[in-house]
C-alpha cells in the first residue's frame, strides 16, 4: 500500500471542527481480538463506511496486523486499490451488475448472493481474468444471501464457470450482540454448518469459512473458522454492554479495547445573555440565570445527533459542559458559565476524554437513543481526521 502521508498535530489548529484518531489503538485492537481467536484464523478487518465512520484511509494505513480487509460497495474496495492497499479486499455488498469487470479488474473478492450476478460473470471472467467469489447464506437473518436450499445448486452453476473461482462461503448473525441468550446465533450455527456439510458432499467446499463479527469473534470458538470478520471491536468499541457480560460470565478472554477516536471542535463565540432568554429554534430551552453561551461550529449536518439538544454534554477543560437548545443544522449551543473565562477558538470535546473525564460513544449513544454504531459511523467524511500520537502511524508501506 502507498501509504497516505501522516497529517501533522498542528493542523488541527486551523480546523474548527475534526477528529483525531490514536495512531496506535486500531492495530493493537486488532492484536487483542486475535488473542480470542481460536486456531489462528486469518483476520478481516472491516473497513466498510469510512472505516466506521474513522476514515477509510487512514485506518486502512494503521491495521498491519490484519491480514484481509471488507468494504460494502464496489467503490470503497476501489479506493482502496486507488491507495495502493494490496491485501485481499472482500467486497461484500452488491456489486451493479454493469460494474462487475471493474471489481474483477481490481482484483476484488465479491460476495455473491444473486444468480444474476453468476450469469454476467459468466461473459466477464476468464482464467486470465478470474472472478474470486464468496457465497453468502441466509441463516435467519433476513438480508443478504442464498437460501440454503438454493446453495448447491448455486455453488455447482459456480464451478461451472470458467475463471470463476469459489473461495468462500460466509455468513451473518442476526442477534448475537444484543442478549446474553444466544440459542438463537447456535440455530443460526448449526443451519450453516448443515450447509458446509451440503457443500462438501456435493465436492463443491470452498476453501475460506468465515461467520464471525466482533461479538462471535470473542465469545464463540465454534464460529471462527478458518476467517475472523471484525469490525466494531477494531475501532476499541465494544458491540454491546451484553457482549461484554457474556465475555465475563463464560470466562472467555476478555479483550482491552481502546477507543480509536475523537471528536473535537472549537468555541467560536462566547457571550452573556440574561435570566429568562430562550435559545435556540423552537425556544426549548430557559435561562434561569445570567448564562454565558458557548456556540460550537458543529450540527447535525456534522453527524451530531439532533436528539443531543437538551440532553447531552461536552468537555471544555476537563470539565462538563451542557448542551442547551436544539442542535442546529451546523452549530450547538453549551452553557459554559461555569467555566473559568473559556476564550474564543478554544478547544471543546464532543466525544473522547478532557482530563479525567470521558465522554463515550456508548454515553452519547444513551443521550441520543441509539447505538454506539451509529454514533461514529454518521460523523460526517468531510471532517479532516488527523492521526496522532504512536511511532508512525501504521504499517510499512511494503504490503502483504
Known amino acids: 500500500m502507498s501509504c497516505p502521508a501522516r497529517p501533522d498535530y498542528a493542523s488541527s489548529m486551523s480546523s474548527l471542527v475534526w477528529i483525531e484518531l490514536d495512531a496506535d489503538a486500531p492495530d493493537r ?23 466506521y465512520g474513522h476514515g477509510m484511509k487512514e485506518i486502512a494505513g494503521l491495521i498491519p496486523s490484519a491480514d484481509w480487509l471488507a468494504v460494502n460497495s464496489l467503490d470503497e474496495g476501489l479506493e482502496l486499490r486507488g491507495l495502493g492497499e494490496r491485501r485481499p479486499v472482500l467486497l461484500m455488498g452488491h456489486a451493479p451488475l454493469d460494474r462487475l469487470g471493474e471489481a474483477l479488474d481490481a482484483g476484488l473478492r465479491l460476495t455473491v448472493f444473486n444468480r444474476e450476478t453468476l450469469d454476467r460473470l459468466e461473459r466477464l471472467a476468464s482464467p486470465a481474468r ?58 443460526q450455527l448449526a443451519v450453516f454448518r448443515s450447509c458446509m456439510d451440503s457443500l462438501a458432499a456435493a465436492g463443491a467446499a470452498p476453501p475460506v469459512v468465515h461467520a464471525a463479527c466482533t461479538a462471535a469473534g470473542i465469545l464463540f470458538p465454534s464460529t471462527h473458522f478458518g476467517m475472523v470478520r471484525e469490525g466494531i471491536g477494531v475501532y476499541g468499541l465494544w458491540p454491546s454492554r451484553e457482549t461484554y457480560l457474556s465475555a465475563l460470565m463464560g470466562g472467555r478472554p476478555v479483550p482491552s479495547l481502546r477507543p480509536v477516536l475523537s471528536w ?14 430562550f ?42 459542559a451542557p448542551v442547551i437548545g436544539r442542535v442546529c443544522m451546523n452549530l450547538t449551543m453549551i ?61 510499512p508501506c511494503s504490503s502483504r
Open 29 to 51: 485492537n486488532v492484536r487483542e481480538l486475535r488473542s480470542c481467536t481460536a486456531g489462528a484464523p486469518l483476520f478481516c478487518a472491516v473497513v466498510k463506511s469510512n472505516a
Open 130 to 187: 478470474p472472478a474470486v467469489i464468496h457465497l453468502k447464506v441466509e441463516t435467519g437473518t433476513g438480508r443478504q444471501g442464498v437460501m440454503p436450499e438454493d446453495l448447491v445448486p448455486m455453488a455447482l452453476r459456480a464451478r461451472s464457470i470458467p475463471g470463476v473461482v469459489t473461495e468462500g462461503i460466509s455468513t451473518h448473525f442476526a442477534n448475537i450482540e444484543d442478549t446474553l441468550n444466544h440459542g438463537y446465533a447456535e440455530r
Open 264 to 277: 473535537k471542535t472549537r468555541l467560536v463565540q462566547v457571550k452573556e445573555v440574561p435570566e429568562g432568554s
Open 279 to 320: 435559545v435556540g429554534y423552537g425556544c426549548t430551552f430557559r435561562t434561569t440565570r445570567r448564562t454565558r453561551i458557548g456556540v460550537l461550529p458543529v450540527g447535525y449536518a456534522d453527524g451530531y445527533d439532533r436528539a443531543l439538544g437538551n440532553s447531552a454534554w461536552v468537555l471544555v477543560r476537563g470539565r462538563r
Open 335 to 395: 452553557d459554559v458559565t461555569d467555566i473559568e473565562s473559556p476564550s474564543l477558538e478554544e478547544e471543546v470535546v464532543l466525544l473522547g476524554r478532557s482530563g479525567d473525564e470521558e465522554i463515550s460513544a456508548e454515553t452519547m449513544a444513551s443521550w441520543a437513543g441509539t447505538i454506539n454504531y451509529e454514533i461514529v459511523t454518521r460523523i460526517s467524511p468531510l471532517l479532516p481526521r488527523i492521526v496522532v500520537g504512536g511511532t508512525g502511524g501504521g504499517r
